[in-house]
T-cell receptor, first 113, second 113 residues
Framework: NAGVTQTPKFQVLKTGQSMTLQCAQD?????MSWYRQDPGMGLRLIHY???????DQGEVPNGYNVSRSTTEDFPLRLLSAAPSQTSVYFC????????????FGSGTRLTVV | AQSVAQPEDQVNVAEGNPLTVKCTYS??????LFWYVQYPNRGLQFLLK??????LVKGSYGFEAEFNKSQTSFHLKKPSALVSDSALYFC???????????FGSGTRLQVQP
């Protein structure tokens, strides 16, 4: 089925550990983004990409890195996990043309202890 | 800068009654407006969008939304609520010059039998 696939679904990390959240889409969408969802704060943009080789920061980029080597994949790297990064992470993709909405993955629930 | 406000953390309505979930926005250019719904432990699902044209937009599951440019609002409505409509609803906006969607903080809709 076409869509956005996120792995893993759940993860527990110790403070200081690093990990990569995976995101893949098979809809040939140019635009991909990562959001984090925290209670009462909605979704906040971490990083986004408008195409392979092009990435940019969102409103809460600190502590996260991204790269976009292919159209399909957009991994999010946590460099040194902190308890403040405990959250639910969503990957989303879209066509770049104006007016298209996003397709979301099912999320990764991350706990940093 | 673009922003979205959802002034109600929670909306309670009885099954069969009409429902409204409020959203106001701020953008520098023409707005593209979206509503998404999130069921427990799931990703966000697209409900409807306003790009241009008719101010009343119809979407999935019987929902509709009214775009009001003078009041900068995009309220979500449904004539007759169902218990199964109980979920978290997000309003989102982007303007013509930006790629990223900005989300509101979300409104929890509780429909009582």
């Amino acid at each position: 089925n076409a869509g956005v696939t996120q792995t893993p679904k759940f993860q527990v990390l110790k403070t200081g550990q690093s990990m990569t959240l995976q995101c893949a889409q098979d809809m040939n969408h140019e635009y991909m983004s990562w959001y984090r969802q925290d209670p009462g704060m909605g979704l906040r943009l971490i990083h986004y990409s408008v195409g392979a080789g092009i990435t940019d920061q969102g409103e809460v980029p600190n502590g996260y890195n991204v790269s976009r080597s292919t159209t399909e994949d957009f991994p999010l790297r946590l460099l040194s996990a902190a308890p403040s990064q405990t959250s639910v992470y969503f990957c989303a993709s879209s066509y770049a043309r104006v007016g298209y909405g996003y397709t979301f993955g099912s999320g990764t629930r991350l706990t940093v202890v | 800068a673009q922003s979205v406000a959802q002034p109600e953390d929670q909306v309670n309505v009885a099954e069969g009654n009409p429902l409204t979930v409020k959203c106001t926005y701020s953008v520098s250019g023409n707005p593209y407006l979206f509503w998404y719904v999130q069921y427990p432990n799931r990703g966000l699902q697209f409900l409807l969008k306003y790009i241009t044209g008719d101010n009343l937009v119809k979407g999935s599951y019987g929902f509709e939304a009214e775009f009001n440019k003078s009041q900068t609002s995009f309220h979500l409505k449904k004539p007759s609520a169902l218990v199964s409509d109980s979920a978290l609803y997000f309003c989102a906006v982007k303007d013509t010059g930006r790629r990223a969607l900005t989300f509101g903080s979300g409104t929890r809709l509780q429909v009582q039998p």
